[in-house]
Nanobody
Framework: QVQLVESGGGSVQAGGSLRLSCVGS????????MAWFRQAPGKEREGVASIDSDHISTYSDSVKGRFTISRDNAKNTLYLQMNVLKPEDTAMYYC????????????????WGQGTPVTVSS
């Protein structure tokens, strides 16, 4: 059974940083695409960043240059380093996994974590 457990969310002021983590189990972690999505209250879930089995990453335009996605296959752990945070980054952040593709399309992803909240105050 696939399990994804996120951690690292919290409250920060604008301009600050946070690092999110997501530990995966129950699947062949190193073979899968891993991704971060977020959902703000009243808004649709949007893709933030993804990283495939070859460590090739993709970012949404809204976070490019500020966020960095990485993975440690030895620890089955996905990271999202978030710098220069803005109030519009406030959302619940989810990690997700997919064996087929690695686009930032939530419809592609089969398994999701429970989310970790990020709040950025101005």
């Amino acid at each position: 059974q696939v399990q994804l457990v996120e951690s690292g969310g919290g409250s920060v002021q604008a301009g600050g940083s946070l690092r999110l983590s997501c530990v995966g189990s129950g699947f062949s972690y190193r073979m899968y695409c891993m991704a971060w999505f977020r959902q703000a209250p009243g808004k649709e879930r949007e893709g933030v960043a993804s990283i495939d089995s070859d460590h090739i990453s993709t970012y949404s335009d809204s976070v490019k240059g500020r966020f960095t996605i990485s993975r440690d296959n030895a620890k089955n752990t996905l990271y999202l380093q978030m710098n220069v945070l803005k109030p519009e980054d406030t959302a619940m952040y989810y990690c997700a996994t997919d064996i087929v593709g690695c686009e930032l399309d939530s419809n592609e992803y089969d398994d999701w974590g429970q989310g970790t909240p990020v709040t950025v105050s101005s």
